[in-house]
């Protein structure tokens, strides 16, 4: 990083001595729009590199939409990649431009993936920092590439002033509190997309990724003005530098840990980790986790007043389960207290909702799931007023017609909602949660048999879905599919030999030296160990809580699921999924009676865990 904070300075300086020079086309252009901050330039005087030249473009983008789904969008500007084959100016991109595109060179790709197992962590870290420059709408980089462009048509810049300029600018942390940021915010991005940040700082200071990412970018051979070295050398600013992004690499496993309590259904202990969490880096991710872990543990504790008590809830993004109270040990007796506790923790959720959309306005699961909040703590009009503006800008979002019908319905406006609910069922015919909905008003509406055709539509869509079990078990809903055959318990699952409820000591010595972080929830004490055979694992104390199989883990589970399995594969050896929590990380498959999760992405395992 500091060869680039390094450089950053001479970039900066460079801008400065022209415009000292007084030269008048310099002064003229600086007064003019520059091309370069739109993206018609770059694709008007650079050849873009496609995906059937090189296969890392394909891998770009998927990680760059990962990255961004972690740090969010900025008002106005959302985002976008566009990758080049040259170097210009024998600069390697990556560039950041006001108009919201990022720039990257083919060189970055060659650089990220010298080591193809450490590829894509690397990169996600190179493309997180350039997105941390947009959303801070820090340009530096695309007014040194202009200074730079210009100087190469110049060649009366003083040394006597350069060296003077970099005198005054030895003294300055402007450039390197910007660049450091940006680091900082990198590797955070990167980590909460679910990349390894110890693929930047590993290795020490003169293997690092981080550091001879720093050399490749060293443009000072470009200038063609040397003077006398004043700067700390790159090696002594990596130092400090890795330092620091090692302590925030460590703090990432907090987020790390908060993800693997809400994967595995410890909600209490997910909301822990992301409030701690919260407090080292408050961000768009970060509130909306804490909101859905609470959120969740609100509806551990609802129960929905119907006059019909067959009944389930209306389908919501995030929605009550009446199947995972026993699961987790809810009790049902103390309705006071459970009242109580439900006020609490939706009370929570929707300040954490809220400031997650503060955040990011176009955060739109955000959105729905504070619309749902409102909803099961009855406040239908908060429900409505949270979506409206949403959709007149989503006019044909499926999820958001859904929860506006129901947030119209509990207002009591009928007729509205069954209009928006039609409307969702026509913008995704393949959405099961607004036929179910509809069916449910129809039936509170002694509207039985239109009830009956709605809810055929949804069983249809997915019968294996609990909601679509419940009505095929108790409205004799035919369903087309053979009924789910009958899953017995499995034995107790392992991870090569290790099981829940085993001690520290009792990991095998050849899993070698683990990567260790501990963290303080209150009274308790919780440690994650990483190891390089892909497992992870979570202490209690000295006890195995949970035990997590990361995407370089090649086993299998007792049931023969692995790493890139399909769903298929999950249910024919386990069944249907006890619950199915969704999240921006994808969906994840709990099932609580055999203490294992998958968790998913477009249909496949990227990991799983037991617990």
Do not use: C
């Not at 005198?167 to 910007?178: M, R």
């Not at 907090?254 to 997910?270: C, D, H, P, R, T």
């Not at 009274?523 to 202490?539: A, D, F, M, P, R």
Request: aromatic share 10%.
């Amino acid at each position: 990083m500091k060869k680039l904070i390094k450089l950053s300075i001479s970039y900066l300086i460079i801008m400065i001595t022209m415009l000292l020079s007084l030269e008048t086309d310099l002064l003229y252009a600086a007064t003019m729009p520059d091309p370069k901050e739109r993206i018609d330039f770059w694709r008007n005087n650079y050849t873009e590199l496609l995906e059937d030249k090189d296969p890392h473009v394909i891998k770009a983008r998927q990680i760059f939409n990962r990255v961004l789904k972690a740090a969010g969008n900025r008002y106005g500007v959302i985002p976008r990649l566009h990758v080049i084959e040259e170097n210009p100016l024998n600069v390697v991109l990556p560039v950041s431009i006001p108009d919201g595109w990022i720039i990257i060179s083919k060189k970055v790709l060659e650089m990220s993936y010298r080591e193809p197992e450490q590829g894509d962590d690397r990169l996600a870290f190179v493309l997180a920092h350039e997105i941390a420059h947009l959303l801070d709408d820090d340009f530096w980089h695309i007014n040194f590439f202009s200074a730079l462009a210009l100087l190469k048509t110049q060649d009366t810049v003083k040394p006597k002033v350069l060296n003077e300029l970099k005198g005054i600018f030895d003294q300055t942390a402007k450039i390197q509190a910007k660049e450091l940021r940006a680091d900082e915010r990198g590797i955070l991005y990167a980590a909460m997309a679910g990349f390894n940040p110890n693929a930047i700082v590993k290795n020490g200071e003169v293997d690092s990724f981080f550091h001879q990412w720093q050399k490749m970018l060293n443009l000072s051979q470009l200038t063609r003005h040397d003077g006398n070295e004043t700067h700390p050398s790159s090696l002594q600013r990596s130092a400090a530098v890795l330092a620091r992004l090692q302590k925030v690499a460590d703090e990432a496993g907090l987020f790390k840990l908060g993800l693997i309590f809400y994967q595995s259904g410890n909600f209490e202990l997910a909301s822990r980790a992301f409030g701690e969490f919260l407090r080292y880096f408050p961000s768009r991710e970060v509130y909306h986790n804490l909101a859905a872990s609470h959120h969740q543990l609100a509806l551990l504790h609802y129960a929905e007043h119907n006059d019909d008590k067959h009944l389930l809830p209306f389908r919501l993004p995030i929605t009550a389960d009446p199947y995972s109270r026993a699961a987790y040990g809810v009790s049902r007796a103390a309705i006071n207290d459970q009242q109580l506790l439900f006020k609490q923790h939706i009370s929570k959720a929707i300040i954490h909702y809220e400031a997650s959309i503060q955040q990011d306005a176009h955060y739109t699961i955000a959105y729905l799931n504070l619309a749902g909040a409102y909803i099961v703590n009855n406040e239908p009009y908060k429900a409505i007023a949270t979506l409206q503006d949403v959709h007149k800008k989503q006019t044909n979002n499926a999820m958001l017609m859904n929860v506006l019908g129901v947030g119209f319905y509990q207002a009591g406006n009928v007729k509205k909602a069954i209009q928006l609910l039609r409307l969702a069922t026509a913008a995704d015919p393949n959405y099961d949660a607004p036929y179910y909905n509809l069916g449910k008003i129809a039936y509170l509406d002694s509207r039985k048999h239109e009830a009956i055709e709605y809810w055929s539509k949804f069983v249809k869509l997915n019968v294996s879905n609990r909601w679509a079990r419940f009505l095929v078990s108790n409205y004799n809903i035919p369903a087309k599919k053979a009924p789910e055959k009958s899953f017995p318990a499995h034995a107790e699952e392992k991870m090569k030999g290790i099981q829940i409820g085993h001690y520290a000591d009792e990991i095998p010595p050849e899993w070698g030296k683990a990567k260790e972080k501990k963290y303080h929830f209150d009274q308790s004490v919780h440690t994650l160990l990483e190891y390089k055979n892909g497992i992870t694992v979570v202490l209690d104390g000295n006890e195995i809580r949970i035990v997590v199989a990361t995407p370089n883990y090649k086993g299998k589970s007792n049931q023969g699921v692995k790493v890139g399995s399909s769903t298929e594969v999950i249910v024919a050896g386990y069944g249907n999924p006890g619950i199915k929590l969704q999240s921006t990380q994808g969906d994840s498959l709990l099932y609580p009676r055999d203490g294992i999760t998958f968790q998913m992405q477009k249909n496949k395992v990227v990991s799983w865990m037991i617990y």
